[in-house]
């Protein structure tokens, strides 16, 4: 039973004897082998082999024995079962090194003969470094004999059967989904050949069907534009007073932000000079408080320091007490011996008359007393002057020791006083930092509003700029029309003139139908623009506009039709308004253009400032209904030629197809 541990190709430098030396990349395969018979036990076999050449083969089985004599001869520290995986670990790193420049690890096959024959080879695992070249390992390798190669070779022949069968296996397979794909494939684009006729049969059928419709619609909306351009004059006007007033109310706004903004910049300076202060005082007030805290560190110091002394003179004194009890204790023993010695005396003199026989002797005894006595004054008289001079040492250090509790309770008031006038400055200074605070955010709130003023003055400026150009591009039109309205009077065919009591607008159809009057008129107020009748309005509203009640009059054919109204966001309204509608017979070269307002200024935005003026029920219900002069209703021939384009007023809104 064997083991496969490792089996890659390794870069190995081979080095043989007069020869130079070579790269080349070798499978080294470590493969651990178990054998029980008859004992058991495992073998370790490391196998070199070439796959460009199959003749290339060197083995090595390694025992446990053999690894122990291998570990004795080459010191290594690690065991058998360990031994394989510190191998792969020096291969692999050999393996890395490889791609580097000067690589660290190599793996060397070094063969004592000049060609790699029958001869056995060294392989080594070097560790280069500038200093020298260590080996970590090396292992003899024997080239393999006949029969090993040939059942070497037999083996790599059975694998490759077997990868051989496999494959051709795994190619039915693919061969056999790649048919049924193929048959998938055609019936899908037989179906799609089927959908395709089937949609440009459905396509066609569409494109008549619309272009019917749209041909339908540009009628519709070449009535619809004389209505359109009379409503166009109205709102220009309308605009004008509008925007004129707003321009006013804007500069007058300007000028207050001005203002206020002139304030709040006084405000902030006042508000920095403030900081700067506060700052000043803080600075202060730290140094102030640093300089406290050094002084109470020195005080606390010498406190100390005057507790020691203290205490040491208490002992001094606790010793002077024991010396003078002492002393004492010797007086009141002399004290006593100078009672007794007293008692003597008197009853030696008492005993005196009765022993003047014995005088001599007793006089001898009194001289020897008195001479003791004499010893024992002059002991006391020393003794009282020992005792007075302690009691002034004691004195003295009493009132030393007075004088230092006086200056330590001074100092404890005075640091008491300070630590109250640290504890102040400390409120103080909390006080400032918190209205220093309370400042910073008031100038990050004048600042916040000072930013959104001035972005409401560049949208208000920037507004104005969008209303002077809408304003010049409505002039613009203005005059074009007049221009063309001119051209027309002037023309070939005649046109009836316009009544305003009971028509508002009747104008006659010349016999050009292609051509439309630039007059329009708003329903809610009876007032007309002139627009250019490049004006082409696709769909704009979503029901038709049926003409009906077309009579014919002297100046040319004429048409009544009713237009139908929506207001923004809401159903349909049941406005009518009757027109008759003028076709004047010059030619209009802007009849191809789209021209009208961009979408842009048609455009709500939530940040602008209203226009007043503007009736929002200029598409109300209210009626304004205008009637023509009886007659017999004729119809008007379809225009032909117009282009379609999208709505200038109502971006978005194409032709019904």
Same mark, same amino acid.
């Given at each position: ?5 490792f ?31 008859? =004992? ?27 690894f ?15 031994f ?13 090194e ?14 004592p003969?000049?060609v ?8 080594n ?82 494109? !008549? ?87 109470v ?28 009890? =002492? ?35 007793n ?19 020393k ?82 700029? !969008? ?19 001119k ?43 002139? =627009? ?29 039709? !009713? ?5 923004? !966001? ?16 010059s ?28 009736s ?42």
């Open positions: 039973m064997s083991q496969v541990l089996q890659e190709l390794v870069p190995l430098q081979v080095k043989c004897k007069d020869c130079e030396e070579r790269r080349v990349s070798v499978r080294v395969s470590i493969e651990l082998q178990s054998v029980s018979n008859p =004992v058991h036990r495992k073998d370790l076999v490391i196998r070199l082999t070439d796959d460009t050449d199959p003749f290339f083969l060197y083995n090595l089985v390694i025992s446990e024995e053999d122990q004599s291998l570990k004795f001869q080459q010191g290594l520290l690690v065991d058998f079962l360990a394989p995986q510190k191998f792969i670990d020096l291969l692999q790193q050999c393996a890395q490889h791609v580097k420049e000067i690589p660290r690890f190599l793996l060397q096959l070094v063969s003969a000049a790699l024959d029958n001869s056995p080879a060294l392989l695992v070097v560790e280069t470094n500038p200093f020298k070249h260590l080996t970590h390992l090396s292992l003899k390798l024997l080239p393999g004999s006949d029969v090993e190669i040939k059942k070497f070779l037999a083996g790599c022949l059975k694998c490759s059967k077997e990868e051989k069968l496999l494959l051709t296996q795994s190619l039915d397979d693919v061969t056999r989904q790649l048919n049924l794909t193929k048959k998938t494939l055609s019936e899908k684009i037989q179906e799609l050949d089927k959908l395709r006729n089937e949609w440009a049969s459905h396509a066609a059928s569409l494109t !008549n069907k619309h272009s019917q419709e749209l041909a339908g619609e540009k009628e519709k909306a070449l009535q619809a534009q004389v209505q359109y351009q009379q409503q166009h004059e109205q709102q220009k006007k309308d605009l004008e007073i509008i925007h004129q007033r707003n321009i006013h109310q804007l500069q007058s706004r300007m000028s207050e932000l001005e203002a206020a903004n002139k304030d709040l910049t006084e405000r902030r300076y006042k508000g920095d000079a403030t900081v700067r202060e506060l700052k000043a005082k803080l600075s202060g007030a730290e140094e102030e408080l640093q300089r406290i805290r050094q002084e560190l020195s005080l606390r110091r010498e406190n100390s320091t005057l507790d020691a002394e203290c205490h040491e003179k208490e002992k001094h004194i606790n010793q002077l007490q024991t010396k003078v009890a =002492v002393l004492e204790q010797e007086i009141k023993d002399k004290d006593q011996l100078v009672v007794t010695t007293k008692e003597a005396f008197d009853t030696i003199q008492e005993q005196k008359v009765a022993l003047e026989e014995n005088g001599e002797k006089q001898v005894q009194l001289g020897k007393l008195e001479a003791t006595i004499k010893s024992l004054s002059a002991e006391l008289l003794a009282n002057e020992i005792i007075k001079k302690l009691q002034g040492d004691l004195k003295t250090v009493m009132g030393k020791l007075k004088l230092k509790n006086a200056v330590t309770v001074q100092q404890e008031r005075l640091l008491a006083e300070k630590e109250e006038k640290l504890q102040t400055e400390q409120k103080e200074l909390q006080g400032v930092g918190e209205s220093l605070r309370v400042k910073e955010q008031e100038v990050c709130k004048l600042q916040e509003q000072l930013e959104a003023t001035i972005q409401k003055l560049e949208e208000s400026k920037q507004l104005l700029k !969008n209303n002077e150009k809408l304003i010049t591009w409505l002039n613009k039109e203005l005059n074009e029309n007049q221009l063309v309205r051209q027309d009077t002037l023309g070939p065919s005649p046109t009836p003139r316009v009544h305003s009591s009971s028509h508002p607008v009747r104008n006659g159809i010349s016999p050009n139908l292609n051509m439309v009057d630039s007059r329009l008129t708003y329903p809610s107020c009876g007032l007309g623009y002139p =627009v250019s009748s490049a004006f082409v309005f696709q769909n704009t509203f979503p029901h038709p506009v049926a003409a009906k009640n077309a009579i014919p009059s002297g100046s040319g054919p004429k048409v009544h039709f !009713n237009l139908q109204f929506t207001k923004p !966001n809401t159903s349909l309204g049941d406005a009518q308004s009757g027109a008759a509608v003028s076709m004047p017979s030619t209009d070269k802007e009849n191809g253009e789209n021209l009208g307002l961009e979408p842009k200024y048609l455009k709500r935005r939530e940040d602008s400032i209203p226009l007043r003026g503007l929002q029920n200029l598409f109300s219900s209210s009626d304004h209904h205008r009637e023509g002069s009886p007659g017999a209703g004729q119809t008007l021939p379809k225009p032909t030629g117009l282009p379609s384009a999208a709505s200038a007023y109502f971006p978005g809104q194409l032709a019904n197809s």
